[in-house]
């Protein structure tokens, strides 16, 4: 196997990531500090500071200097509320709308019947911007009281604990990527064609119940997902 040495402009990127993830340093380093710090040139900086900005990783303004854009990190692993997952930020949810409606052909598989499903709508926000437009379905026949319930500014989870004693305990997730249309543009204040992550998860209990499927559309230069695996050679898919 042949190893490439890492390009300089790999080198800084790598540099401010560390910064910005592990150091957490809101004010990064001027281009002349890096280039000198790293022994690399301004061309060097340059082109991964591009690279990080067309990432939405850092912002570079006039009499500022270089800002780092902390995104939202989420584990894909994980069986955390979205909630849980913004940890200390202040969160509000805005609920849009609860319906009964057919069940979607893509779910009958997943909830095991033809019945009817409460579609719940939110919007959740971040300090007032809007980050998530999220469409979780319930079976009707087994969770028929999500369908009166009010969820501004409630957990999705929470309730499920306190109405059924019920909490996901694993789940199954795709991530892919969607650029906005006109309903999600207008919920979450972005132009028509912002590239957005679409994450569809599915919910069970212990004793393989489904609970709940969820589809998140997530604004994509505020969020990144990672995994943790102490052993990736013993990870499966089912």
Do not use: W
Request: charged share 30%; net charge positive.
């Amino acid at each position: 196997m042949e190893f490439k040495e890492r390009t300089a402009a790999v080198q800084v990127q790598e540099y401010l990531e560390f910064l910005i993830h592990f150091k957490k340093v809101k004010e990064l380093p001027s281009q002349r500090e890096i280039s000198e710090k790293l022994q690399v040139s301004r061309n060097a900086v340059k082109h991964a500071l591009d690279g990080l900005k067309n990432e939405g990783q850092v912002l570079v303004k006039e009499r500022t200097g270089i800002i780092s854009n902390n995104k939202i990190d989420i584990n894909m692993l994980g069986m955390e509320s979205m909630t849980t997952e913004f940890k200390n930020k202040t969160v509000s949810i805005k609920h849009l709308a609860t319906t009964i409606e057919t069940m979607p052909k893509r779910l009958d598989h997943f909830f095991n019947s033809k019945g009817s499903v409460i579609k719940i709508e939110r919007v959740r926000f971040v300090k007032d911007i809007a980050l998530t437009y999220e469409i979780t379905y319930f079976s009707q026949k087994n969770f028929s009281k999500m369908a009166k319930i009010d969820f501004t500014n409630k957990s999705l989870y929470e309730v499920l604990e306190k109405e059924y004693h019920v909490r996901p305990s694993y789940g199954k997730e795709s991530i892919s990527c969607f650029l906005a249309d006109k309903k999600i543009s207008s919920l979450l204040k972005v132009k028509q064609g912002t590239p957005l992550y679409q994450v569809n998860s599915f919910n069970y209990q212990d004793d393989d119940l489904p609970i709940e499927s969820t589809i998140q559309y997530l604004v994509g230069n505020k969020f990144k997902y990672h995994f943790n695996a102490n052993n990736i050679y013993d990870y499966q898919e089912e």
